[in-house]
């Protein structure tokens, strides 16, 4: 096979930096990227090229962050590395918002402008950031450019912005709550401020938390400070007791996923354990990108070792000797800590071989995404960890039959593995006990928009929905609340008369909503939700994978007809009616959760809240 390559050169830098991901190259670098490929690729008739595709995305990654844009000369290197024909490794690259194909300058702003920043000042702030440095793509601001974002997780502390910054030592970071002076001084070449790590849950200390006990509390660096706070204990007992009882607490405990589908986790795992292919993977899905969404990241962050004991756990318990990590690429804080954190626990024993001097050995790999909301869908999320666009699976077969590298694989969002050393440290029948039959134990939610002090919040199943917004200092000043978006984009609006809703599975799914993610986002009677709507619809235009009809004209359709809705003298009800009939053909025919849901919030807003007026 000829891989097609183009005469551009990698400059020395470039290698350096892609060496530094994939090693050196065994014979040395002659330069010629086309006699690379070839030379390799007759070892083995390429297998052992094949089976290194999953670095794909760690090196363009490599390259992305030491030049600020992925060079044709640096993409040939990388493929001839790898054996990957550019022309596929280029569609790879440009599927993802965070690598640039063309060349661009090394420090990009990124500022979100969506519905939880919204009425915390981002569209104020987006357009001071205009008057100041030019508008979105322009370098008038000096060293850099500057963009809108979709959430960046940080809600609690928006308006927020991402800045990528490119360059030997230079590290991306996050800025929240921005100012336009803030950003403006980062545009001209000034070092991004220190984001405080603290103070995402108002609730720290209290003696009634589970999964955030730690948080705020312990030190998120220093797993010494992990076990005095009952770190390892979960991994201890789970070892004692052995596989197949870790499997029963899990089944007994009834737990629920928490990244939005609520599938039992216990019945995954067993699954999974009981698949005869071998090997079996293990994977922590930490991309949380569904906007309004960002307890995992304050987990990551604040409890990173938790993370890394967790995944341990369920490594033991499904049979599997390697996890991946698959971390939203906009999260370089947790992605620092975590990889601090697995380092300190290979170096204690706690990972690697023979973990706690038994017959078990685990290994975690950390993967960065790189800006594409559907690559948390789990078999997208496998697709990208093999280094390929993020296009989601038809599905079956199950990841627990065929996942990762075609292997049984069991997949969780980090607040679910999180639970488990809750399940393993008290018992299954112990922590069914709290909650609600059907929706066990408690539940991390994301508090943010108008109340008066946003974060996450851990409650019981149960708690209702007004329950949570006291806990949260009630609306800002006092207001009257006009909406609650629940569950992120992909959830549904609900109105002031639903704050005695409970927040559970089952309470959730009687009104017709979902709680997804624990997104749990307020709006006061100021915030005009109309453009909101417009908002969610080109969220979900942009992030659609485009790989199927529906989806990807359906939320172009559906971007369009709320365009004309809030243009003067729109046709309310043929719209209203248009919008219809697509969530209608989008939830029928989308290979994916993703087009299934893009209609969900803004049909809610509309049926319910009656936000153009005449309902539908
Ligand atoms: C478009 C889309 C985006 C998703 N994003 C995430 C995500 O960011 N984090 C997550 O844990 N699950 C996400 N999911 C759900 C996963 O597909 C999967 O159900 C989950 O990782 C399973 O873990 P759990 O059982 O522990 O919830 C997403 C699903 C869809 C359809
Ligand atoms: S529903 Fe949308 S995101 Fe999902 S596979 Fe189809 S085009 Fe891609
Ligand atoms: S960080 Fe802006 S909406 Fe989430």
Redesign the pocket.
């Given at each position: 096979m000829d891989l097609h390559f183009t005469k551009d050169e990698p400059t020395a830098d470039e290698r350096d930096a892609v060496d530094a991901v994939l090693g050196a190259p065994e014979s040395g670098w002659r330069g010629g990227a086309r006699d690379a490929g070839a030379d390799t690729r007759q070892v083995d008739g390429g297998r052992a090229l094949r089976e290194r595709r999953h670095l794909l995305l760690p090196a363009l990654h490599a390259l992305q962050g030491r030049r600020g844009w992925i060079s044709p000369g640096g993409l040939n290197y990388v493929c001839a590395r790898l054996g990957v024909p550019p022309a596929e490794a280029h569609g790879v690259a440009s599927f993802y918002a965070m690598f640039a194909t063309k060349e661009r300058p090394a420090t990009v702003v990124h500022v979100c402008d969506d519905v939880a920043c919204s009425p915390r000042g981002a569209e104020e702030l987006c357009r001071e950031l205009e008057r100041r440095c030019g508008p979105p793509g322009s370098t008038q601001g000096g060293h850099g450019t500057w963009q809108r974002s979709p959430c960046l997780g940080l809600c609690e502390r928006g308006p927020a912005a991402f800045v990528q910054q490119a360059g030997r030592g230079r590290e991306d970071a996050s800025l929240a709550p921005a100012s336009a002076d803030a950003l403006e001084a980062v545009l001209r070449g000034r070092d991004v401020p220190a984001r405080p790590g603290e103070g995402s849950v108002p609730q720290k200390g209290d003696p009634e938390l589970r999964l955030l006990a730690r948080v705020d509390v312990a030190d998120p660096g220093s797993l010494d400070d992990y076990r005095a706070h009952g770190g390892y204990r979960a991994l201890r007992r789970a070892l004692h007791v052995g596989a197949a009882e870790v499997l029963r607490e899990l089944h007994d405990s009834r737990l629920?996923?928490?990244?939005?589908?609520?599938?039992p986790?216990g019945v995954?795992w067993k699954a999974v354990a009981e698949a005869p292919a071998r090997p079996h993977y293990l994977?922590c899905?930490?991309?949380?990108?569904?906007p309004g969404?960002f307890k995992?990241r304050v987990l990551m962050e604040q409890d990173p070792f938790a993370v890394v004991e967790a995944m341990t756990i369920a490594g033991f318990a499904v049979g599997a000797e390697r996890g991946f990590l698959y971390v939203?690429g906009e999260y370089p804080e947790a992605t620092r800590r975590l990889a601090h954190a697995i380092a300190e626990a290979r170096q204690r024993g706690f990972l690697g071989p023979n973990i706690l001097e038994r017959d078990f050995s685990f290994e975690i790999d950390i993967r960065r995404g790189a800006g594409a909301?559907?690559?948390?869908?789990?078999?997208?999320?496998m697709e990208s960890i093999e280094g390929r666009r993020g296009e989601?699976r038809n599905k079956p077969p199950f990841p627990v039959h065929v996942g990762l590298f075609g292997k049984p694989t069991a997949?969780?969002?980090?607040?679910?593995?999180v639970n488990v050393l809750e399940v393993i440290a008290h018992g299954g029948e112990a922590y069914a006990g709290r909650g609600t039959p059907a929706s066990t134990g408690t539940k991390l939610f994301c508090l943010s928009g108008c109340v008066e002090r946003p974060g996450v919040y851990e409650v019981h199943f149960g708690a209702t929905l007004g329950e949570l917004v006291a806990l949260g200092g009630g609306v800002r000043g006092g207001r009257p609340l006009q909406a609650v978006l629940l569950g992120g984009a992909?959830g549904a609006f609900v109105g002031a008369a639903d704050l005695d809703m409970p927040l559970t599975l089952e309470g959730a799914r009687e009104r017709g909503a979902t709680l997804g993610?624990g997104v749990v986002l307020v709006f006061d009677d100021t915030v005009d939700l109309k453009p909101l709507l417009a908002r969610i619809a080109a969220f979900f235009r942009d992030?659609s994978c485009g790989q199927c009809v529906p989806c990807r004209v359906g939320t172009v359709r559906q971007e369009e007809a709320l365009a004309r809705l809030l243009a003067p003298g729109a046709d309310v009800l043929k719209e209203q009616a248009l919008l219809a009939e697509l969530e209608q053909v989008m939830k029928d025919a989308s290979i994916?959760?993703?087009g299934?849901?893009a209609s969900g919030a803004i049909q809610s807003a509309i049926r319910r809240l009656g936000v153009f007026g005449g309902r539908a």
């Open positions: 629920a996923g928490r990244g939005g589908a609520a599938f986790a995954k994977i899905n930490a991309d949380e990108s569904e969404t995992d939203r909301y559907i690559c948390g869908e789990e078999t997208a999320l989601p997949i969780n969002n980090v607040e679910t593995l992909a993610s992030e994916c959760g993703l299934q849901t």
